[in-house]
């Protein structure tokens, strides 16, 4: 029943920047953790960033350079993505969860973002 649709990727030069969004349907946002996670090819999935009604936690490769919000009226959750660098290069993948809840996640389609010059 959870619809997740990502949009904002593509091609951007090192430096630059890039504003991800996620819009959510069949939830109820403001109990669920939101977030983003990467994957470059050849390699595994890795966490980006997360957040809930409580917590925000991000990856250390990140850390000072993205930034998670959420509006919960909207059901959407961004990353907006600063001082990109080439290694940033992945498809960028919107991922829920129920918080404090044992079951499984989410999964968007995932959007590519290129850092290039």
């Known amino acids: 029943q959870v619809q997740l649709v990502e949009s904002g990727g593509g091609l951007v030069q090192p430096g630059g920047s890039l504003r991800l969004s996620c819009a959510a349907s069949g939830i109820i946002f403001n109990i669920y953790t939101t977030g983003w996670y990467r994957q470059a090819p050849g390699k595994q999935r890795e966490l980006v960033a997360t957040?809930?009604?409580?917590?925000?936690i991000y990856a250390d490769s990140v850390k000072g350079r993205f930034t998670i919000s959420r509006d919960n009226a909207k059901n959407t959750v961004y990353l907006q993505m600063n001082s990109l660098k080439p290694e940033d290069t992945a498809v960028y993948y919107c991922?829920?969860?129920?918080?404090?809840?044992?079951?499984?996640?989410?999964w968007g389609q995932g959007t590519q973002v290129t850092v290039s010059s």
């Open positions: 957040i809930s009604r409580a917590n925000t």
């Open positions: 991922y829920v969860k129920r918080t404090g809840v044992l079951a499984a996640g989410s």
